[in-house]
Nanobody
């Protein structure tokens, strides 16, 4: 079965850190651009960060610049999102997305809650 599996979410205090993982199952991520999205309760899903297939290009939404870092390990077909200095407004379900030409995959999401 071809799928993306996210992990690493959880409950963290403001100022804390989490590292999310997005692992491909049944296929390799080598030629896929991968993005992280998030959806907070009552809000639309929004893009957070993305990384090109060669890892040569990365992009971030302004609200996470300087705090989040996206990276990839094509050997293990995994993309990571290192999240530092977390804020309550980062609370959301985080999804990863992989795109290569007409092929698009979404993961099931992982909950991140930032609260004291």
């Amino acid at each position: 079965q071809l799928q993306l599996v996210e992990s690493g979410g959880g409950l963290v205090q403001p100022g804390g850190s989490l590292r999310l993982s997005c692992a491909a199952s049944g296929f390799t991520l080598d030629y896929y651009a991968v993005g992280w999205f998030r959806q907070a309760p009552g809000k639309e899903r929004e893009p957070v960060s993305c990384i090109g297939s060669s890892a040569g290009s990365t992009n971030y939404v302004d609200s996470v610049k300087g705090r989040f870092t996206i990276s990839r390990d094509n050997t293990n077909s995994t993309v990571y999102l290192q999240m530092n200095s977390l804020k309550p407004e980062d609370t959301a379900v985080y999804y990863c997305n992989a795109v290569e030409s007409a092929r698009v995959y979404w993961g099931q999401g992982t909950q991140v809650t930032v609260s004291s």
